[in-house]
T-cell receptor, first 116, second 116 residues
Framework: AQKVTQAQTEISVVEKEDVTLDCVYE???????LFWYKQPPSGELVFLIR??????QNEISGRYSWNFQKSTSSFNFTITASQVVDSAVYFC?????????????FGKGTKLSVIP | AAGVIQSPRHLIKEKRETATLKCYPI?????VYWYQQGPGQDPQFLIS???????DKGSIPDRFSAQQFSDYHSELNMSSLELGDSALYFC???????????????FGEGSWLTVV
C-alpha cells in the first residue's frame, strides 16, 4: 500500500489559535482519494472530508479548511480559532482503485490537544 | 441518518476464548470493511466484502474469519484469542452510489475487545 505520512505526532495549541495538520502521501496512480477522519477520546472515527485526485479545489467548512496540492503530494488540514472540542486524533487516509475494494490506508495520526 | 451499527460495544474475553463481533452497515451500502486499531495505533485493514463476497484481505490473522450474510450484516469471528488481540475493532461500509459518495467509507463506533 502506498504510504500516508503525518509527521506531527502531537500538537498542543491554546484555544482560539489556528492549527495546521500536515499530511503527505505517496502516489503512483493518477486516480486516488484522500480523506481526513477525526477520532475523539470516545473512540469513534468521524469522516470529515474526501478529496478526489482530479479535484484540487480547496475547501472550507466552517472553521475547517483543507489545502490539497498535487505538486507536493500534500493534503493539509487547518482548524481556525480552535476549540477544546477539537481535541482529538486526526487521521489522514487514502484509497486507491488498485487496492481491491478501495480500503483505506491511514497515516499514524496527529493528536491535537486544545488547551483552554 | 442511519450509521454503521456494531455490537457489542465492549467485550472482555480470556486468552484462548472465542469472540464474535457483529456489524450492520448503512442501508444501500454494498461494501463492508473490518479494521483493527491497537492502542495508540492507526486502524489496520483486516478484510472486506463486496455484495456478500470476500473482496480483499489485509493483515487478518488465520485465527480470525469473517463473513457477510444475505441481509448484508457481517460478523468477525476471532478464535484462540491472544493478549495482543486487545484492540478497537471497526466495521465500516461504503455506499453503492459511487457517483455521489466518491468511495467515502463510513465507520461504526467500534467494538472494544479486551483479552485478559
Amino acid at each position: 500500500a502506498q504510504k500516508v505520512t503525518q509527521a506531527q505526532t502531537e500538537i498542543s495549541v491554546v484555544e482560539k489559535e489556528d492549527v495546521t495538520l500536515d499530511c503527505v502521501y505517496e502516489t503512483r496512480d493518477t486516480t486516488y482519494y484522500l480523506f481526513w477522519y477525526k477520532q475523539p477520546p470516545s473512540g469513534e472515527l468521524v469522516f470529515l472530508i474526501r478529496r478526489n485526485s482530479f479535484d484540487e479545489q480547496n475547501e472550507i467548512s466552517g472553521r475547517y479548511s483543507w489545502n490539497f496540492q498535487k505538486s507536493t503530494s500534500s493534503f493539509n488540514f487547518t482548524i481556525t480559532a480552535s476549540q477544546v472540542v477539537d481535541s482529538a486524533v486526526y487521521f489522514c487516509a487514502r484509497s486507491d482503485p488498485g487496492a481491491g475494494s478501495y480500503q483505506l490506508t491511514f497515516g499514524k495520526g496527529t493528536k491535537l490537544s486544545v488547551i483552554p | 441518518a442511519a450509521g454503521v451499527i456494531q455490537s457489542p460495544r465492549h467485550l472482555i474475553k480470556e486468552k484462548r476464548e472465542t469472540a464474535t463481533l457483529k456489524c450492520y452497515p448503512i442501508p444501500r451500502h454494498d461494501t463492508v470493511y473490518w479494521y483493527q486499531q491497537g492502542p495508540g495505533q492507526d486502524p489496520q485493514f483486516l478484510i472486506s466484502f463486496y455484495e456478500k463476497m470476500q473482496s480483499d484481505k489485509g493483515s487478518i490473522p488465520d485465527r480470525f474469519s469473517a463473513q457477510q450474510f444475505s441481509d448484508y450484516h457481517s460478523e468477525l469471528n476471532m478464535s484462540s484469542l491472544e493478549l495482543g488481540d486487545s484492540a478497537l475493532y471497526f466495521c465500516a461500509s461504503r455506499p453503492r452510489d459511487r457517483a455521489n459518495s466518491g468511495n467515502t467509507i463510513y465507520f461504526g463506533e467500534g467494538s472494544w475487545l479486551t483479552v485478559v
